[in-house]
């Protein structure tokens, strides 16, 4: 990706503008840190790299950014700006384009971000980013005061920052973390989300939930479950232990988890039947609570006769046959019956013995009936 984006700089230079490798990219490979993606900024304006590039995705003219395709991989291309008096604590009310690196360095969140990289692969480092990085110091650009009333984000990022590259936040940013945490209450639900999710899913996360808790921002993140949470090693158990399916976006697949790990936690998680109604992927989630082994879940698991309703060696259409019945409404209770029968092991899971409990059990209660 590093040649495919030394060739996208050298591209845009061809054409008389320059540009950069920016952030999260440059930052990582100073500190041999895995990456993802790669951001470049230029002083070609959208409408300058539109005649640069043929497949442009998407366009994002307020904020001076375009999403391009260069030889199959995808780039966020900004243009050089500063930025002029934010709303809502979030974005500029408007931008201005600038010819030069240094005016768009200033607009920028933090000094480990402002690292970049050339179309020759040199390191640029305007405002002692390398100094930061290897201080292990989380400070901002320009003023905390400022910075972070301009955008309130800034403050849980920094404490994502600080969590996944185990930096420390310097005393000042700190001060004012404490003092406009309120204004994380302008912060969109999904942004919030956003950056709680790296700092839940990060193997220091227990940093992470010191800083929020030490900076008192538990409270106005609608969190304050979160003073008493246990530490466990899932994003989603973490969640789980917060009270916050009301409070933020959680997809369909994180809610249905949330509200099986609450339901299960007090449970016997080593029970057959517990294990074959919530599946092993909850019982081992609720067990970063309950302290249950996984390993043992993991074996009980494996031990058990079925896993799902599938696994029943009789199907309902030859249950049907059995009792010379058209599907309906029986069969719900009856399959419940055999799955429990099963999973006690009163029966084996063998098609002829379940065939003849069903013959013993549901014949003899229809001839009864009738």
């Known amino acids: 990706m590093f040649e495919t984006a030394i060739r996208l700089l050298e591209k845009i230079n061809s054409y008389g503008y320059t540009a950069y490798m920016v952030g999260g990219y440059p930052r990582d490979l100073y500190l041999k840190r895995t990456f993802t993606d790669i951001d470049i900024c230029t002083d070609a304006t959208p409408m300058e790299l539109h005649q640069i590039f043929s497949e442009v995705v998407t366009t994002n003219s307020e904020y001076g950014s375009v999403t391009i395709v260069f030889e199959k991989t995808k780039f966020e291309i900004t243009t050089f700006r500063k930025e002029f008096k934010y709303k809502d604590h979030r974005r500029p009310e408007k931008i201005e384009y600038v010819d030069t ?15 970049c990289i050339d179309k020759d692969g040199n390191q640029i480092d305007l405002i002692g980013a390398k100094q930061d990085l290897d201080n292990k110091i989380i400070r901002t650009v320009s003023n905390p005061k400022i910075s972070l009333k301009d955008d309130a984000l800034r403050i849980l990022r920094a404490i994502r920052f600080a969590t996944t590259l185990n930096f420390t936040i310097e005393p000042k940013l700190k001060t004012y973390i404490r003092k406009y945490g309120h204004l994380l209450k302008k912060i969109s639900k999904d942004r919030k989300k956003d950056e709680l999710d790296l700092i839940f899913s990060s193997p220091n996360k227990a940093y992470g939930i010191e800083l929020l808790n030490s900076l008192k921002l538990s409270d ?70 309950t302290g249950t082994d996984k390993q043992k879940i ?73």
Not at 246 to 261: G, L, Q, T, V
Not at 303 to 327: T, V
Not at 353 to 367: A, Q, R, S, V
Request: charged content about 30%.
């Open 220 to 289: 106005y993140l609608e969190i304050p479950n979160l003073k008493k949470a246990k530490i466990t090693p899932s994003m989603i158990v973490t969640w789980a232990q917060l009270d916050a399916l009301d409070k933020y976006n959680f997809n369909a697949i994180e809610k249905e988890s949330i509200r099986k790990i609450n339901e299960v936690k007090d449970k016997n998680l080593l029970d057959n039947h517990v294990l074959y109604n919530y599946g092993l992927y909850i019982c081992t989630m609720a067990a970063e609570l």
């Open 101 to 115: 690196l240094e005016e768009d360095i200033k607009r920028r969140d933090f000094t480990i971000n402002t690292l």
């Open 298 to 370: 993991n074996e009980k698991y494996a031990r058990i006769p079925i896993k799902s309703r599938l696994d029943i060696a009789i199907s309902p259409m030859e249950i049907c046959e059995l009792l010379n019945k058209e599907a309906g409404s029986f069969l719900k209770p009856l399959l419940s019956d055999l799955e429990n029968q099963i999973l006690d092991g009163k029966l084996s899971n063998e098609k002829e013995e379940l065939t003849n409990y069903i013959i013993n059990t549901y014949k003899t209660e229809e001839t009864i009936n009738s």
